[in-house]
């Protein structure tokens, strides 16, 4: 089973700072046709969780462009150039390379 | 427009078998790549994928509840099913579906409780 390997557990952050979110594989997700399948989601409070960034980098219908994700191999990150007070609620990666998937554990952000 | 909708009981004793359904819209399941997931979520934990279901009608499990749980579907009621057998406080949760990775349904939350 891959694990998933999320930092920090929580972030707090002043509104118009950038933020950035660690997730790190315990085995390298290949990248099976050109594609990896490490995904990012936000969960507010209260809500079901929203699909912000899948394949490591590609941003999902809606999503602003303040979100970006990069990453390879082991390493991924998930960026907000300026956060927003709507920003605030739980970050998720997940990577579904290999059954049975795995989430990370989670990153809270709040915002200052 | 897709839509997920989770069912079922919100309260189980232990011991008993938990039976979920996921009644969707806007897309088939019987589409080649389609795959519906459940997953849940303890409260004030995070979230854990247990189980999926793809097109063909190929079945994954998570190790750990293998061999409690049951995924089918019925394409001309486009519903999928979720069963969990011998149910136990600690599978206290919100349930969700997911469609592939990017539809959630709203959840729901199952309580196991004598």
């Known amino acids: 089973e891959i694990v998933m390997t999320q930092t920090p557990l929580s972030l707090s952050v002043t509104p118009g700072q950038p933020a950035s979110f660690s997730c790190k594989s315990s085995?390298?997700?290949?990248?099976?046709?050109?594609?990896?399948?490490l995904y990012w989601f936000l969960q507010r409070p209260g809500q079901s969780p929203q699909l912000l960034i899948y394949e490591v980098s590609s941003r999902w219908s809606g999503v602003p462009d303040r979100f970006s994700g990069s990453g390879s191999g082991t390493d991924f990150t998930l960026k907000i150039s300026r956060v927003e007070a709507e920003d605030v609620g739980i970050y998720y990666c997940?990577?579904?390379?290999?059954?049975?998937?795995?989430f990370g554990q989670g990153t809270k952000l709040d915002i200052k | 427009q897709v839509t997920l909708q989770e069912s079922g009981p919100a309260l189980v004793k232990p011991t008993q078998t938990l039976t979920l359904t996921c009644t969707f819209s806007?897309?088939?399941?019987?589409?080649?790549?389609?795959?519906m997931n459940w997953i849940r979520q303890p409260p004030g934990k995070a979230l854990e994928w247990i189980a999926r279901i793809e097109w063909d009608d190929k079945k994954f499990y998570t190790t750990s509840l293998k061999t409690r749980l049951t995924i089918s579907k019925d394409t001309s009621k486009d519903q999928v099913v979720l069963t969990m057998t011998n149910m136990d406080p600690v599978d206290t949760a919100t349930y969700y579906c997911?469609?592939?990775?990017?539809?959630w349904g709203q959840g729901i939350l199952v309580t196991v409780s004598s």
């Open positions: 997911l469609l592939n990775a990017d539809s």
């Open positions: 085995q390298s997700l290949p990248h099976g046709g050109g594609k990896t399948f």
């Open positions: 997940m990577q579904s390379t290999q059954f049975p998937y795995t």
């Open positions: 806007g897309f088939s399941l019987a589409t080649s790549g389609m795959g």
